[in-house]
């Protein structure tokens, strides 16, 4: 089982990047898949997440209407597009695996984060 996160960087404020998360490993298969983010000093967030049967997706009030979560099945891959970055948005965001929810607590299988810097 693994998740591998990619796509972070630095940018400016209101700049865009997109965040891959690649899924491997037959218990992944039929959960759900979610990004959450940490930034120093703060507790982990969820950001979105996504069914991997119906495509249903959710926000967080901080990134709705910005961010955009897509799966792309044949590929087992989730992206995040993320647009209009604030400099709020920095932290280092990790995919994970569990039930279609915004709480870490329902993930069962975490990734290695990816660092997003957003500069003012």
């Known amino acids: 089982v693994q998740l591998q996160a990619s796509g972070g960087g630095l940018v400016q404020a209101g700049g865009s990047l997109r965040l891959s998360c690649a899924l491997s490993g037959s218990s992944l298969r039929n959960l759900d898949v979610a990004w959450f983010r940490q930034a120093p000093g703060k507790e982990r967030e969820g950001v979105s997440c996504?069914?991997?049967?119906?495509?249903?997706?959710y926000y967080s009030d901080s990134v709705r209407g910005r961010f955009g979560i897509s799966i792309d099945n044949a590929n087992s891959t989730v992206n995040l597009q993320m647009n209009s970055l604030k400099p709020d948005d920095t932290g280092v965001y990790s995919c994970?695996?569990?039930?279609?929810?915004?709480?870490?607590?329902?993930?069962?299988?975490w990734g290695k984060g990816t660092q997003v810097t957003v500069s003012s």
């Open positions: 996504i069914g991997r049967e119906d495509g249903m997706t």
């Open positions: 994970a695996a569990g039930s279609l929810s915004l709480n870490p607590q329902h993930m069962d299988y």
